[in-house]
């Protein structure tokens, strides 16, 4: 006989409770690195970190406790994804906010997350690739939002993707892999950046022509 399947981790959270409640968590545990833990009591989802809790009203599923890097807080505390409600959620070992997610277990690990991923880093980080990608008529809210739409993907690798070169182009592809080098962290791709650098090739080829 096939034993019963353990209950999903699901549930739905209004977007403005849950950023409350990351926003409390997230100022007091300030740069501390370390595990949150999330658990459903009483209909609410409670935030733990350090010393701090914080509560928002929740429906759905939740077993037991789950312990996440406290860097996933405060990114997604800085960063709502878009969506109300936020549905989180694991699978595959990960903590899923809509479509952001980081490594979660059942047990706190206490490892501190790389320095790259800190808040500070993040802007600075920002800012080099733009101004690494300036020549090729890039800014920096364009930067911004592909960081954005790599976070909500949930994804994060430092993988450089497959991007081909001509012999034209070839210094054009040192520049952006010079910025890739800096974005990867956020798990932007090669290909992203390369998609970012045509558009905005494109739309400055566009503003000349009306001139």
Known sequence: MTPPADPPYELEVSRADLAQAL???ARAIAK???DACF??????????????AADAPARGTW??????STWWVRRVARRMPAGDPIRL??????????RYSEPCSETPSEQPAPPDRSPISEGTLISVAASIL???RVERAAVESLVAEALARGTSSWSRGV??????????GAIIEHAWMRLAPFGVGMPD?????DQALHDAWKTNQAK
């Open 63 to 68: 077993p037991r406790p789950i312990f996440v």
């Open 193 to 197: 950046i390369r998609r970012l650098v």
């Open 23 to 25: 926003k409390t968590v």
């Open 89 to 98: 959620r694991v699978d595959a070992g990960r903590l899923y906010a809509n």
């Open 39 to 52: 658990r459903l009591e009483d209909g609410c989802l409670s935030i733990e970190a350090g010393n701090t």
């Open 32 to 34: 501390h690195p370390g």
């Open 134 to 136: 300036e020549p090729l």
């Open 163 to 172: 991007v081909a070169w001509s012999e034209e182009e070839k210094k054009m």
